[in-house]
Nanobody
């Protein structure tokens, strides 16, 4: 059974850092584009970052560019989101996602905004809460 399980969320002070992890099981991440999303109370789910299966294409939403870093370790079948310089407005439930897109599919979909949209991923994690305090 295919699953994504996030971990690493928690409470952090503004200006601090957290690293979220997302472990995949039942499938191999090396043929999947990956993404991170978040949803704050009363708001729509927001695409934050994507990485193509080859790792050559990476994109970020303007709200997190320069502060968040997406990465993957295919040997561990795990993706990560390093979050630095956290702000109060980063408080949300964070979700990881994956979609079948082997390197032969190319990197173009992660170079624009396509992979920051909700409907472009097959698998989703259950979410992990990140709370930034003042």
């Amino acid at each position: 059974q295919e699953r994504l399980v996030e971990s690493g969320g928690g409470l952090v002070q503004a200006g601090g850092s957290l690293r979220l992890s997302c472990a995949a099981s039942g499938f191999s991440l090396n043929n999947y584009a990956i993404g991170w999303f978040r949803q704050a109370p009363g708001k729509e789910r927001e695409g934050l970052s994507c990485m193509s299966s080859s790792g050559r294409a990476i994109n970020y939403a303007d709200s997190v560019r320069g502060r968040f870093t997406i990465s993957r370790d295919n040997l561990k079948n795990t993706m990560y989101l390093q979050m630095d310089s956290l702000k109060l407005e980063d408080t949300a439930v964070y979700f990881c996602a994956a979609d079948y897109a082997p390197p032969s599919f190319g990197d173009a979909l992660c170079e624009g905004d396509y992979r920051l949209r909700l409907g472009t991923y097959e698998y989703w994690g259950q979410g992990t809460q990140v709370t930034v305090s003042s």
